[in-house]
């Protein structure tokens, strides 16, 4: 399950920024293209900083859509629930993907002390 390793990261980050003070909420932007499964993140990471200094503290998940561009009429097109890497205007397989490929900490609400 690559969610368990992803909150692995997430975990090591936010402890070297938080640097001990507590941390209520860890806001964190996903791409589509990441296939992460947001219920199954957050599910990881009650069990990733259970007994951790963030034990208690919640992921907070901002999913971003992906989006291509193409290279033949330079239209956007934004993918839907099954990824299809085609141009949605001309139907080109020559596309780059501009959006989805995101996995971020945005931001760390800090808990008040
Ligand atoms: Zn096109």
Known sequence: MHELSICGSIAEIVTRRANGR??????????????????????????????TALDGSRLELENIKARIKCRTCDGLSDLGDYPIMLCG?????????????????????????
């Open 22 to 51: 507590p941390v209520d909420t860890i806001h964190v932007r996903v791409g589509q293209l990441r296939q992460v499964v947001p219920d199954t993140l957050v599910y990881c990471w009650t069990v990733v900083s259970a007994d």
């Open 89 to 113: 205007t001309c139907d080109s397989a020559d596309v780059e993907v501009v959006a989805g490929e995101e996995f971020l900490i945005t931001a760390l609400e800090l808990a008040e002390v």
